[in-house]
């Protein structure tokens, strides 16, 4: 079975500075690994995945991720935050539709001016 | 523009009441989910279908129930509501059988039982 771990249950970080989103995945097979985002008092959308092919996968935002299959990571990253990324961050993983499509416990991102 | 729609944004409900939230989406897709949200769980999945009249189980399917009697409709229903089923509510649906396809999701019930 899938799982799907996300360090830090909240992240702050200021205006300008780096974002790092941390998620680690197990799968026995190769895994479809998605982010997506939640801003307040909606529901989720898709920000990037990866499935075969190119392993560094940009998405909406300025937003990326590289998915690194030694150390089973898919860590998302963004050069410069903006206020506007305060939301809250999933990371997923699905190796077959359904039941395998198994979420993170979520990380909140905080943006500080 | 796709779109999945919930019936209602916010429900307060009593103890013991039977609840239906609806979930109707417009991109013809073939399979819809119903989850659960909890701060510090994510999101996990209560029911899912593939199909019109069809259901399977996810991992918490424990006092909910399930119909789709159209493609476009997939409701959640709560038999007699407790207060542990206080929580946010997503429906999602996504095409066909690749595994790569984007789940598109609703903008999500918040239900509190009293």
């Known amino acids: 079975a899938q799982s799907v771990t996300q360090l830090g249950s909240h992240v702050s970080v200021s205006e300008g500075a780096l974002v790092l989103l941390r998620c680690n995945y197990s799968?026995?097979?190769?895994?479809?690994l998605f982010w997506y985002v939640q801003y307040p008092n909606q529901g989720l959308q898709l920000l990037l995945k990866y499935t075969t092919g190119a392993t560094l996968v940009k998405g909406i935002n300025g937003f990326e991720a590289e998915f690194k299959k030694s150390e089973t990571s898919f860590h998302l990253t963004k050069p410069s935050a903006h206020m506007s990324d305060a939301a809250e961050y999933f990371c997923a993983v699905t190796v077959t539709y359904g039941q395998n499509f198994v979420f993170g416990p979520g990380t909140r991102l905080s943006v500080l001016p | 523009d796709v779109k999945v729609t919930q019936s209602s944004r916010y429900l307060v409900k009593r103890t013991g009441e039977k609840v239906f939230l609806e979930c109707v989406q417009d991109m013809d897709h073939e399979n819809m989910f119903w989850y659960r949200q909890d701060p510090g769980l994510g999101l996990r999945l209560i029911y899912f279908?593939?199909?019109?009249?069809?259901?399977e189980k996810g991992d918490i399917p424990e006092g909910y129930s399930v119909s789709r009697e159209k493609k476009e409709r997939f409701s959640l229903i709560l038999e007699s509501a407790s207060t542990n089923q206080t929580s946010m509510y997503l429906c999602a649906s996504i095409k066909g059988v690749e595994p790569s396809n984007e789940q598109f999701f609703g903008p999500g019930t918040r239900l509190t039982v009293l």
């Open positions: 279908s593939y199909d019109v009249k069809m259901k």
């Open positions: 799968s026995s097979v190769p895994p479809y």
